[in-house]
């Protein structure tokens, strides 16, 4: 697939024009899914760091389309940023090269086609912010960069989208793609508390820094979305900012709604715990993802810095927390010395299956019988629950639909006792599924 990559200085519109670009043509019945790939966009530089990818579904067909970070933006993240885009540009086919196109042209802005012209790629000059014709009139100055005539667009309005989509097309090197079968990845969301290593993690899958750690909290500003190839499986790696009760910011709160939706957009979350920071907002975020319908993979991080010795104490300390979450897979990981990596993977990939698992209504029914005769049916004024039988019409997560006398009279001790069994019976007490109980009388 085409590669285009959007660079420019901080703040000149690169986020807007890629989110604009991403939903040009997106269906209805795929905007949710499209919209957890925007970036998040506001007035401060420096809201982007690392690298956004998403897909641009034209007319003449799909590309994929890279927003990056601010370069020359002057900040402690000035020289990581740049090496983030310059192996961006070496991968890409054309560079969107976004000016702002109703401000004076900046040194940043010179410096940047400086760097540009070294690198030797197709440019595209794109003034944004251009929101009405009259703007137009001051673009001349941007000749001055070197790559012809500058495209006036509005993200915000959606001026000139259209055709830049077009002049893309246009640009692009022509080359045979190769039609290949669509694979759908499976989704792996990485949450967790501020700076418990989940940015590390995602580094040490890819086998590559993808994304900027640092020790500070908060360095992630939004969900990052990697596809790669691992074992044979196509997976869509999201690494979300850290989740704190508290947002401290504008810009911060927006990448915790995101990594929010990253929950419920997953196959399978990755819930990602420093073993010596632990307390109740690992089990919150926990139960968020089981109520949502999404597996969990419980995976200790760090555990390169937990020498033998303590080991066991601080196995034993995670047991006592983590009790109300103990019948989920638990993986001990290091992203310094890969330790676990292909085992944390292989779990993601048997939960996406174990639920995704679907069971005949002959068998259901066989459980049901065995079930019904295992415990004390409730009753209510001589009047007994009976279940007449059970089918399961949905999967991911795996939904169970009782139909039985009186669906009032299932207490919560008797939906407890139909949980346990059917986890232990059909084998599913490590992910999430749902009972619904409807009415249907007798004879």
């Known amino acids: 697939m085409y590669r285009v990559v959007i660079v420019g200085r901080p703040n000149v519109g690169k986020s807007s024009l890629f989110n604009r670009l991403l939903g040009l043509r997106q269906s209805p019945e795929r905007a949710t899914w499209a919209g957890s790939r925007f970036s998040v966009v506001a007035d401060a530089p420096g809201v982007t760091r690392d690298l956004k990818e998403g ?6 067909g799909r590309f994929k389309l890279v927003d990056t970070g601010g370069l020359w933006s002057g900040d402690v993240w ?3 940023i740049r090496q983030k885009v310059e192996r961006a540009i070496e991968e890409a086919d054309l560079v969107l090269f976004a000016v702002d196109g109703r401000s004076d042209l900046a040194t940043a802005d010179l410096e940047v086609a400086d760097f540009l012209r070294r690198k030797g790629k197709p440019v595209l000059l794109v003034a944004t912010k251009v929101d009405d014709p009259k703007h137009e009139a001051y673009l001349g100055e941007l000749y001055a960069l070197g790559f012809g005539e500058p495209l006036p667009t509005s993200a915000a309005h959606g001026r000139g989208v259209d055709e830049l989509v077009e002049r893309i097309w246009a640009s692009l090197p022509v080359r045979q793609e190769e039609s290949e079968p669509e694979v759908v990845p499976i989704r792996l969301a990485i949450v967790g508390r501020p700076n418990a290593g989940k940015s590390s993690l995602l580094n040490a899958i890819l086998g590559e820094e993808r994304v900027i750690v640092s020790e500070t909290p908060g360095t992630t500003r939004d ?3 990697v596809e790669f190839d691992y074992g044979g499986n196509r997976f869509l790696l999201v690494d979300t900012a850290g989740i704190r009760k508290r947002p401290e910011t504008g810009v911060e709160e927006q990448a ?3 990594a929010h939706r990253a929950i419920r957009e997953a196959d399978v979350v990755l819930l990602v715990v420093d073993p010596k920071e632990l307390g109740d907002h690992e089990l919150k975020l926990a139960n968020e993802a089981l109520e949502v319908g999404k597996p969990v993979v419980v995976t200790i991080t760090k555990w390169d810095l937990i020498g033998k010795e303590e080991a066991k104490r601080v196995r034993a300390d995670l047991a006592v927390k983590l009790a109300h ?3 989920l ?3 001990f990981v290091s992203s310094v010395t890969g330790q676990n990596l292909h085992k944390l993977l292989s779990e993601a990939v ?3 299956g174990l639920a995704r698992t679907r069971f005949e209504t002959a068998e259901l029914n066989r459980w049901l019988s065995v079930w019904s005769l295992g415990t004390q049916m409730p009753n209510f004024k001589g009047k007994p629950l009976k279940l007449f039988f059970v089918t399961q019409p949905e999967v991911a997560p795996p ?12 207490t919560r001790a008797f939906e407890g006792y139909l949980r346990n069994r059917i986890g232990e019976d059909l084998g599913l007490r490590e992910v999430p599924f749902r009972l619904v109980f409807r009415g249907r009388r007798e004879g």
Do not use: G, M, Q
């Open 256 to 258: 915790i709604l995101r």
């Open 350 to 352: 048997r939960l996406y």
């Open 325 to 327: 979450i103990a019948h």
């Open 329 to 331: 897979p638990t993986v």
């Open 223 to 225: 969900s990052i979305d």
């Open 399 to 410: 939904t169970f639909v009782f139909f039985c006398n009186y669906p009032e009279f299932v």
């Open 78 to 80: 000035e020289e990581k």
């Open 55 to 60: 897909v641009v579904e034209s007319e003449r």
